[in-house]
């Protein structure tokens, strides 16, 4: 990897790295939701990079991309919550995630860090994504939960979240064999449920994905606010300013110009924990840009 992309990774994660250990401290029962998800970002910012996708928080049965709604009343319970983050310097990514236990499972909470670290041990050239799977699951069922199977860590790019290749939380038949220089997620999410998400009615996460007409000005005016400012990345509801936003969200997903990332769920009643970090496969082993300093 060339030194200064390097460099890059490195800055988004010492970044990520400060913003989560700070944020997650603040997280206890009856502060706002906002309040920490606007800290975030803030602190992003202030840090000198910029957010990748909102700051996700989700909590108890509802395992990722949930984010507070615009003008979020809502404060933390004795919940168990994921606050997952994404920096990013000169479009090189950082993502990283921790769970703040609120409602007295550590255990949990413990299974889905596990997973990452029998992961990460593993990393590096020439091993599979598939052995990445079944080192988590193996880790996750020793202390009796299910990993999600439908839920996978994921490549890294440039201005690209989500690329290739998936990294997998289960034991799987093919996987794909990692590269010096590659970047990865790795994210398990442990459960006491049945180990696969369905999705929510509610989104709060959009992003760009096509290039096509549309004519309602105020779904125009929308769309420009997007492009100039979050170019293919992840942005959230509560971000957007101006009329109509609802109707012209509508407009745009419907026209095939956003897609929409809605809230994943487990089963009613149930769990789920995540632990992830970002890691890029070097030479020999990895570098885990995203640990604490
Ligand atoms: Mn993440
Ligand atoms: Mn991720």
Known sequence: ?????????????????????????????????????????????????????????????VAAHDTPR????????????????????????????VTVDLGGHPELVEASKAGLAAAIEIVGPGVSTAELG?????????YGYNSVANLTGHGLGRYQAHGEPSVPNRQIEKGVELLPGDVIAIEPFATDGVGRISEAPQAEIFSFVAKRPIRAPPARALLNQVQENYSTLPFA??????DRIDYSLNQLLRAGILHRYPLLWEAEGSLVS??????????NGCEVTTKPR
């Open 70 to 97: 615009p003008q979020d009343g809502s404060v933390f319970g004795e919940e168990m919550v994921k606050l997952d983050i994404g920096v990013h310097v000169d479009g090189y990514i950082a993502d990283a995630a």
């Open 134 to 142: 079944a080192a988590i699951e193996d880790a996750i069922r020793g």
């Open 237 to 242: 509801r509560r971000w957007l300013s101006g």
């Open 1 to 61: 990897m060339d030194a200064e992309v390097l460099e890059k990774y490195r800055k988004a994660g010492d970044i990520l790295a400060r913003v989560r250990d700070e944020a997650s401290s603040l997280i206890d029962v009856g502060v706002s939701i906002l309040q920490v998800a606007n800290f975030v970002e803030e602190t992003i910012r202030d840090l000198g990079g910029k957010p990748a996708f909102p700051c996700n928080i989700s909590r108890d049965r």
């Open 274 to 283: 995540q632990a992830e970090h970002t890691v890029i496969v070097m030479e």
